[in-house]
């Protein structure tokens, strides 16, 4: 299942992206959306990128088919993702800790200049590989993705107006 987002910030593609790549900022974000937990694990610049790995907790227990196929343990993850700055964006993706051969995630989060603001757009592919339920999987990972970027959205647009040490 495909996915994208978009979210507009009134600042310059410099100044998202440094607030982004700011590791107290990332640490703020530690319980955001559907997610009980999420810890940077690393962040560290290699050859001119930044390779940030996370890991994420949701908050949800799967009931039925589901819970047969990932388990009674809460499920988790860790993203690994890259920055690129020639490119402006992130590259991501998810190591499953549970049902790792059945679910497959990745995509990008990119920033584009909008006159002197920034369109942030936020695209992946999220893949369930499991008959007859997969799909329903599929969308609640996609529903908590977008809560989670919506929530981070918000916390962002505070972070390039307020100060910060």
Known sequence: MEFE????????IAEVARVILDRNYQESLDAIGPLKSRTVLSQEEREGSV???????????????AKGILGAADP?????S??????????????PEVAAALISAH???SLYPAGQDT???VSGEVSVNVPFIGGKVEQAIVDGIW???NEEAERLARWLTEPHS
């Open 5 to 12: 987002l978009r979210h507009h910030f009134p600042a310059s």
């Open 51 to 65: 390779v940030r790995r996370v890991r994420c907790v949701l908050d949800a227990k799967f009931a039925g088919p």
């Open 76 to 80: 988790a993850w860790i993203e690994e």
């Open 82 to 95: 890259t920055w690129l700055p020639e490119e402006t964006s992130w590259r991501w993706t998810i190591v």
């Open 107 to 109: 995509g990008a989060m």
């Open 119 to 121: 369109t942030r757009v």
């Open 147 to 149: 809560n989670a970027y």
